[in-house]
DNA sequence: CCCTGATTCGC
DNA sequence: GCGAATCAGG
């Protein structure tokens, strides 16, 4: 296999929405994860998170128990990119927006676990505006967000109905928003769509949700039980 | 073990 | 440019 426009389209795309190297490989088909994940590097793609790259090099770093940076003059509140966790926990009761009056006439092939509350985006309960730009939301009103890489299978946009208008993986450019909407797999799956928050791959909305304040650990909410422990779906 | 992405290096 | 082999963290 080549590496044709489309293909590398797709792969361009995917990598960007957080789907992992494997499940590009899988999708595209004909190559490996590995082949993936090189020419996403030629292509100058940027690496999302990865396990073993934590921190920058440090040129000049501090070989040990430096003390680490007091930043005195500029107290800049702690942005932690929070990595898309799996599940989201029901701390504030999120808007019963829920998918599951879906019909799916697609036979039913996998099991349709519980009614899983589907925790998305709900409409932001947003508080304040931090220094990035992002909105903040008030502790308290924390809320985990959901993934952007569900464990589901990834399935090709496929035309059909009910996408009539949806924003599809191969809708996806840097101008609109990548938030997924529901579940890989689902027959509605999609992103978000809407114009993004300027150097960043969500709208501003969204940003408020993949983006939150580090709150001090005192005043963080204790791990709320587990949310749903349902065992993978596979 | 499984997974992940990063890097190397012969082709 | 490509990607298998290898590395290394989770």
């Not at 702690?78 to 989201?88: F, K, L, M, Q």
């Not at 993934?147 to 809708?171: I, N």
């Not at 992103?191 to 005043?219: I, M, S, T, W």
């Amino acid at each position: 296999m080549s590496w044709t426009d489309e293909r590398i389209d797709t792969l361009r795309k995917m990598w960007e929405a957080g789907q992992t190297a494997s499940q590009i490989a899988e999708e595209l088909g004909g190559v490996s994860r590995n082949a993936v994940i090189g020419k996403a590097h030629r292509l100058g793609l940027q690496s999302r998170p990865s396990p073993v790259k934590p921190n920058e090099p440090a040129t000049a770093a501090a070989p040990k128990a430096a003390a680490p940076k007091p930043t005195p003059p500029a107290p800049r509140p702690p942005v932690e990119r929070v990595a898309p966790p799996v599940v989201a926990a029901p701390v504030a009761k999120p808007e019963p927006e829920v998918v599951e009056d879906i019909e799916l006439e697609d036979d039913a092939e996998d099991e349709i676990e519980a009614p899983v509350a589907v925790a998305r985006p709900a409409p932001p309960i947003l508080r304040s505006v931090g220094p990035g730009g992002f909105l903040r939301q008030a502790p308290g009103e924390q809320q985990a967000p959901i993934t952007p890489a569900p464990p589901r299978r990834l399935v090709p946009a496929k035309p059909s109905p009910e996408m009539a208008g949806k924003t599809t993986l191969l809708d996806l450019s840097d101008k609109i928003c990548k938030w997924p909407i529901g579940h890989p797999g689902e027959p509605d799956f999609h992103f978000c769509g809407e114009k993004v928050n300027p150097g960043f791959p969500y709208c501003v909305g969204h940003c408020g949700h993949a983006y939150q304040a580090q709150l001090p650990r005192r005043d963080r909410r204790p791990a709320p039980p587990l949310p749903f422990g349902g065992p993978r779906a596979r």
